[in-house]
Structures are given as structure tokens and as C-alpha cells.
């Protein structure tokens, strides 16, 4: 009797084994399905939180953030690349209050962006006056877009300039230019404020400064910040006449 169980034991054994590891195995595949859950629901709080950050920073709601990713996955994303979120809601707004909002939130956010730089570039002035002292300044630092050139009348000058207390941009190179002397001291006779960018300088202080000196660029201008001398090496004026002057 006892052999003739022995199979049906061995049997049962192998089944209880088999019944074992597919249980230990959906408990794993369980734990796995858990674990995967769990971390795509981490993933999509980190991101809503993410969005909600960066919609507070523009001033606007959950649901607009959401429209101008949607706006920058699509056609406009495509047209313009790296659009600001107040721009592309703004060009794309479906009613005219929207328009209005977002005008209004854009001028509202470029005027605080001016303040911030215009106190930081104050701040970077006095710096160099207490380290330079009264030493004419060339200055490497500004936080404005790089110039393009713009049509110019004769002697360098744009065409139709008004008088009054403007100030202009002047693109020269030392060598290679003769306009360019020209037309720093035409806007210097007539008592201009002028933001001078030389862009053969080679970052070399001292080149500019003795080409001021030579010009009769009156330092008292210079220090007071009448005129300022740049180092214009980064413009991308390649291919163009200089001097470039421009009202800005």
C-alpha cells in the first residue's frame, strides 16, 4: 500500500513546489507592479510641482502653463523656438482680454527686469569708480542685446536726426577706418552722449585708451560716464562699413 502512494506523494510534493514559486512569483510581479506605480506617480507630483513653480514665476495659473506647453508642442513651438510663456499666450490669445493679461503681465515682468539690472549695473559702476578712480573706464560688462547695424547718412551719422539729449551707439575699429575718428568727434563737437564700441580692441585696455587720448576724448566725459568706451569685440558686424551709428 505504502508503494503504491509513494507516486501520488511525490506527485503531490511537486505540485505544492510549483503551486509555491507561482505564488512567490506573482508576489514578485506584484511588488514590481507596486513599485513601478509608485514611481510614476512620484514622477507626475515632481512635475505638476515643477509646472506650478515655473507658472508662479510668470504670474500665471496652473492651467495656463499648461496651454502654452501644449501652444510649444505644437505649431507655434515650431515657428518660434524658446518663446517666453507671456509672449506665446499673448501672440496666441483667443479673446482680447487674454491679450490685455498678458500684455499687461509681460510689461509689468520687463519692467522689474530693467530695475534689477539697471540697480546691478549702478552697483558695477561705483565698483569700478572706487577701484579706477578718476582712469578712464573701458567697460566688457553690459547686460543690453549686442547692436546690429542700421542705416547711416553722411559723415557716419543715421539720416533725420533729431537734437536733444540722446544718446547714441558708435561701432568703430582703429585700423581700417577712416570714418571712424570722424565720427566720434562730429557727435563729440556737438556734445553728444555716446557709447563707443571698438571691435578690433583685442580686449586690450590700454589700446583704447590711447586711441581716446589721441582722439581728444575728454576724460572728465569718460569718468563721468558721458561717453563710454567698450570693447567690442563680440559684435557681430562682420561684412559691414563701419562706423556704424546708431540712435539709441
Given at each position: 500500500m505504502a508503494t503504491l502512494n509513494r507516486p501520488l506523494w511525490r506527485l503531490s510534493l511537486l505540485l505544492a513546489a510549483l503551486t509555491f514559486q507561482a505564488q512567490a512569483q506573482g508576489r514578485s510581479e506584484l511588488a514590481e507592479h507596486i513599485d513601478l506605480h509608485v514611481?510614476?506617480?512620484?514622477?507626475?507630483?515632481?512635475?505638476a510641482l515643477d509646472s506650478r513653480a515655473q507658472a508662479a514665476q510668470w504670474g500665471l495659473t496652473d492651467q495656463e502653463?499648461?496651454?502654452?506647453?501644449?501652444?510649444?508642442?505644437?505649431?507655434?513651438?515650431?515657428?518660434?523656438?524658446?518663446?517666453?510663456?507671456?509672449t506665446a499666450l499673448g501672440v496666441e490669445a483667443r479673446t482680447?482680454?487674454?491679450?490685455q493679461r498678458y500684455a499687461e503681465l509681460q510689461?509689468?515682468?520687463?519692467y522689474e527686469r530693467i530695475e534689477r539690472e539697471l540697480a546691478y549695473q549702478r552697483a558695477y559702476d561705483e565698483a569700478i569708480q572706487r577701484l579706477a578712480g578718476n582712469e578712464p573706464r573701458i567697460s566688457s560688462f553690459t547686460l543690453r542685446p549686442e547692436l546690429?547695424?542700421?542705416?547711416?547718412?553722411p559723415g557716419g551719422l543715421p539720416a533725420g536726426v533729431a537734437s536733444g539729449p540722446v544718446r547714441y551707439d558708435v561701432i568703430?575699429?582703429?585700423?581700417?577706418?577712416?570714418?571712424?575718428?570722424?565720427?566720434?568727434?562730429?557727435?563729440?563737437?556737438?556734445?553728444?552722449?555716446?557709447?563707443?564700441?571698438?571691435?578690433?580692441?583685442?580686449?586690450d585696455d590700454a589700446r583704447i585708451r590711447r586711441w581716446a587720448t589721441d582722439l581728444g576724448i575728454p576724460v572728465e566725459r569718460v569718468t563721468s560716464g558721458a561717453i563710454t568706451l567698450n570693447h567690442g569685440t563680440s559684435l557681430n558686424v562682420s561684412?559691414?562699413?563701419?562706423?556704424?551709428v546708431r540712435l539709441r
Open positions: 514611481d510614476q506617480t512620484q514622477h507626475a507630483e515632481t512635475r502653463w499648461e496651454r502654452y506647453e501644449t501652444l510649444m508642442q505644437g505649431r507655434r513651438g515650431i515657428l518660434s523656438p524658446g518663446l517666453d510663456p507671456l482680447d482680454q487674454e491679450r510689461a509689468r515682468f520687463e546690429s547695424a542700421g542705416a547711416v547718412g568703430v575699429s582703429l585700423a581700417g577706418c577712416s570714418g571712424c575718428d570722424k565720427a566720434v568727434q562730429d557727435l563729440l563737437a556737438e556734445g553728444r552722449a555716446i557709447n563707443v564700441w571698438v571691435t578690433d580692441s583685442g580686449g561684412g559691414q562699413t563701419l562706423p556704424i
